[in-house]
């Protein structure tokens, strides 16, 4: 049997250049601090500038010669996603990988971002969208570059609310979570047709990382003094593997000479919520080709960013 991939096989990235959003903590932290092992330049993208900055200085501290840049972004925010995506443009470099990892995870109450969208949709799904979008000119002026974006495999049960997707009627935590991560698949799969019809060399590749004990958890289910409050905890502590071991399928997806565009990639264990990286299959609804050309225009009019392939 074949041995199982692990961060020891990342090839060499000196002189690639890659963005991470949500990087100063759990998968994106760790994808931070493996690809900076090995030589790449990796741009912190986060909302918590002081968090950042002590996320950069505890790889320093394992990494005294890591190449590591931090930028300011709240993905809820899409004056926020413009002028992060602006400042990185105005260096005029090309971007190598793009890891769309940052979320927000069943928040108790519907939360609204300042553009009126639903928090986890606005967040995890349109937050993306538009910083792909964005930075894009930057992504294809890279020799083979390759977008990533973390979902889940709450994706499973996930429905696409067309008639109500901001959950304007009856919000419920975990759907609205659910809905979230079916539209990172959707979107990263359409991603991969678009970036084939235009025939260029990036890829765009889907990931999840099994259920990982970061602080996801905590900021959404694990609030609150309802009866979730208290199974979460436990529950991660049976279930979870290490934020360490869940970077893994990004990492995977982000330089694995044998990762392909438009797959999906998560853990290899039962039900897939623990393990090594492998290929995965999404649920049927994933690979909706009309749903997700219909997400992709939503999203364009919501957030206003057109690509330009």
Request: aromatic share 8%; with cysteine; glycine share 8%.
């Amino acid at each position: 049997m074949a041995s199982h991939w692990t961060a020891a096989n990342i090839p060499p990235q000196t002189a690639k250049l890659a963005l991470i959003t949500g990087a100063n903590s759990g998968i994106g932290f760790h994808a931070a601090k493996q690809l900076a092992a090995k030589g790449c330049t990796v741009i912190l993208a986060c909302r918590d500038l002081q968090k950042a900055e002590a996320a950069r200085d505890r790889i320093l501290v394992e990494l005294p010669e890591a190449s590591l840049e931090i930028i300011s972004l709240d993905l809820a925010s899409l004056a926020s996603v413009r002028s992060a995506a602006s400042t990185f443009l105005a260096g005029g470099r090309t971007l190598d990988l793009l890891i769309n990892n940052a979320g927000v995870m069943a928040l108790p109450k519907r939360q609204l971002t300042p553009d009126g969208f639903e928090m986890q949709f606005g967040t995890n799904h349109l937050g993306h969208f538009a910083l792909t979008g964005l930075l894009l000119p930057a992504i294809l002026s890279a020799p083979a570059a390759r977008i990533i974006t973390v979902s889940s495999i709450a994706h499973k049960s996930g429905v696409i609310r067309f008639d109500d997707l901001q959950w304007n009627h009856g919000y419920k935590p975990w759907p609205a979570y659910r809905q979230s991560k079916l539209a990172n698949l959707l979107f990263g799969f359409e991603l991969q047709r678009r970036l084939d019809h235009a025939h260029t060399s990036a890829r765009s590749i889907v990931v999840h990382p099994g259920v990982s004990a970061t602080n996801l958890f905590a900021a959404g289910p694990g609030k609150g003094s309802g009866l979730l409050a208290k199974i979460v905890p436990p529950f991660i502590e049976l279930m979870a593997q290490s934020d360490a071991q869940g970077a893994l399928p990004t990492l995977f997806a982000a330089v694995s000479p044998d990762a392909q565009g438009g797959l999906y990639y998560g853990p290899d264990g039962w039900r897939e919520m623990r393990g090594w990286p492998v290929e995965v299959k999404a649920e049927p609804q994933a690979y909706d080709e009309d749903a997700a050309a219909r997400l992709w225009q939503i999203s364009e009019e919501l957030t206003g960013v057109r690509f330009k392939f």
